[in-house]
């Protein structure tokens, strides 16, 4: 952090395996990322289902974790949450202290989304979701919410994962969106976090 920021500010993207997180914390992150990537190898093939991410050869095995500066005072750390069920054990741990979450979504997966969303529910944290580029047919909105059973009142963008300008829109999405639920009229605290850190 530099010498004057005094304001860490913690937030995850989670979602399936292979829908993209590393790449996102990767692509707008102002330092060099560190991430926690292992060469996926035949015998996780028994423990993985690996049939939809074709061509993928490392995965993250703990998480990944970049920084970017909002202003003089505040910076914000970004924690990758690894995406395959046999890691989801660190979620919960990921998730304290965190202020908000990015959901990433690969829309011919839509099912993989389940279990974030589920957890980010259950503890109480604000979250947006992300429909991340990968090509081909897409899906509407309209069709992406209803799958997902979102609330009415969480955000649903698109965006490519590879891109740092998008990946910087989500994260702006996120932040107004973590905002606008802790703001009440006239800017007034409506709630508080359950947790900073």
Not at 10 to 24: E, N
Not at 59 to 88: C, H, K, S
Not at 105 to 130: C, K, M, N, Q
């Amino acid at each position: 952090m530099g010498a004057t920021a005094d304001n860490g500010l913690k937030i995850v993207v989670v979602g399936g395996f292979g829908v993209g997180k590393t790449t996102m914390v990767r692509s707008v992150s102002e330092i060099r990322p560190l991430n926690t990537e292992e060469t996926m190898t035949r015998a996780g093939e028994s423990v993985d289902d690996i049939s939809e991410v074709q061509g993928k050869t490392s995965t993250t095995v703990a998480f990944d974790f970049g920084r970017i500066t909002l202003d003089a005072r505040n910076v914000l750390y970004m924690f990758g949450a690894p995406g395959q069920e046999r890691f989801w054990f660190l979620w919960d741990r990921l998730f304290s202290g965190t202020l908000g979450a990015v959901v990433l979504v690969d829309t011919r997966r839509i099912g993989d989304s389940w279990y974030a969303i589920d957890r980010l529910e259950a503890h109480g944290t604000p979250f947006i979701v992300a429909c991340n580029n990968f090509g081909g047919p897409g899906h509407s909105h309209a069709d992406v919410r209803e799958a997902l059973d979102l609330d009415p009142d969480v955000p649903l963008v698109d965006c490519d994962a590879r891109s740092r300008e998008s990946s910087k829109e989500v994260l702006i999405t996120l932040v107004q969106h973590i905002k606008n639920r802790y703001a009440g009229p006239a800017g007034r605290p409506a709630e508080s976090p359950r947790e900073f850190a």
